[in-house]
């Protein structure tokens, strides 16, 4: 194995919509061959210190979260998802925006059920919140329920445009941007954006804008990535180039609710360094 498989700076524990718990998921990585492992669930810090107290030796831990954002420069708005390494998690102005996304999450969440109850379909949002157990609620959640009562056969499906993806997919109320790299920049941190060329998830921003959001003080774009395809993933690279940014790779492991493995992409170590040079929050594990 090869210095440059073994950083992988973007997965999810139970803390949010993954399924393995956080510590597992440390363990899990260094039995991997990890040597840096970023734990980054949606809007919350819950799991750092699950994972602090389990990091085997010799596997670096850096603290992290993706967040839920919003570009309001176009009409109607798109959704984003910014990823958050090594910030003050106790920064008031920032953890009350994650503690009101995950708010709005929930809310969210209720009102999916309802609309497939309102069409005949016996979800329980008992049983969501119980795949929840706790964590940032995600549709992933409301993907088991619907495994579960038999309505779908697997995760993928649920995604499908009848179900999750369109049909019943509902907007949350995201953080917009530009706030987001401030808040995280003035809590110590850096951000990287996640997946920005991922057009299987949905409409993407214009490279102008990123370029914006570099001026505005982000640090890195997230090239390999298995939402991109490799034509994206050079694209992402080039921009990130051109634009001064870091350029990194993960996984963007989420245990059994995607089939993607820990470590299947990875960040480059000078990248690594960049990265973490430019963050004071809170050290590295
Ligand atoms: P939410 O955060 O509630 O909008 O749900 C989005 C989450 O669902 C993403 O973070 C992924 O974890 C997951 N997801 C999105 N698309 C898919 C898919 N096609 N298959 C499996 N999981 C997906
Ligand atoms: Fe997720
Ligand atoms: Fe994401
Ligand atoms: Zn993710």
């Known amino acids: 194995m090869t210095v440059d498989s073994r950083i992988d700076l973007h997965t999810h524990s139970t803390a949010s919509d993954g399924t393995v718990d956080p510590a597992d998921l440390v363990r899990q990585a260094a ?16 799991g750092w210190a699950l994972a602090a107290a389990a990091r085997p030796v010799g596997l670096t831990l850096i603290r992290g979260a993706e967040i839920s954002c919003r570009w309001y ?32 999450r929930t809310v969210r969440g209720e009102r999916i059920v ?9 979800i329980s949002w008992d049983a969501v919140l119980g795949h929840a157990a706790g964590g940032t609620v995600g549709r992933p959640h409301i993907a088991q329920a ?18 999750l ?29 996640a997946h920005p060329s991922a057009t299987k998830r949905g409409r993407t921003v214009p490279d102008s804008m990123i370029a914006d959001l570099a001026a505005a003080g982000l ?7 298995a939402d991109h395809r490799p034509d994206q993933r050079a694209h992402v690279r080039r921009l ?25 992409y990875t960040t480059a170590p000078a990248a690594y360094e960049r990265l973490i040079a430019a963050a004071h929050g809170v050290p590295p594990l």
């Open 73 to 104: 420069g176009t009409e109607p708005s798109i959704p984003l998802h910014l990823l958050g390494y090594l910030f003050d998690p106790t920064y008031g102005p920032l953890t009350a925006e994650l503690d009101r996304i995950r708010a709005a």
């Open 219 to 225: 640090t890195g774009l997230e090239a390999d990535h």
């Open 114 to 122: 309802d609309r497939l109850r309102a069409d005949g379909y016996d």
């Open 31 to 46: 039995a991997a061959g990890l040597a840096v492992l970023a734990l980054t669930d949606h809007d919350t810090t819950a």
């Open 146 to 163: 619907l495994i579960r009562a038999g309505l779908v056969a697997d995760t993928d499906e649920a995604f499908r445009p009848e179900w």
């Open 165 to 193: 993806g369109q049909r019943y997919r509902l907007p949350k109320d995201d953080l917009d941007v530009f706030t987001a790299v401030r808040l995280v920049h003035e809590a110590g941190g850096v951000t990287v954006f």
């Open 240 to 264: 990130a180039d051109e634009l001064g940014l870091v350029a990194t790779g993960s996984s963007d492991y989420h245990g059994s609710h995607k089939t993607v493995r820990l470590g299947e």
